[in-house]
């Protein structure tokens, strides 16, 4: 998936909370980005992410823990980087 010359991950999620955000951790529990403002798409909210960190550096290859906050519900889910470099 590209946008630009940019890797990208969608997640989409069941909700119309246009408040929700997604927090991505590396594996030492660090947070390196936040994801906000998600876009609605048939009762569904979408959020994209170009697999850089708040910084603006494209993150380190590994595993990344991404935590929904979706009103107080919260949901984790996991995600590999390869070849990012």
């Known amino acids: 998936n590209l946008i630009g010359d940019d890797g990208h991950v969608r997640f989409i999620y069941p909700s119309q909370n246009l408040y ?3 927090d991505i951790f590396d594996f030492s ?3 390196v980005a936040r994801l906000e ?4 798409i048939d009762n569904q909210i979408e959020f994209i ?15 990344y823990f991404c935590r929904l906050n ?11 980087i390869l070849g990012s470099s």
């Open 70 to 80: 979706d009103n107080g519900i919260y949901k984790w889910v996991k995600l590999a």
């Open 37 to 40: 403002s998600p876009i609605s």
């Open 20 to 22: 929700s955000s997604i």
């Open 49 to 63: 992410w170009n697999g850089r960190a708040d910084n603006g550096k494209k993150v380190a290859n590994g595993v």
């Open 29 to 31: 529990m660090d947070q």
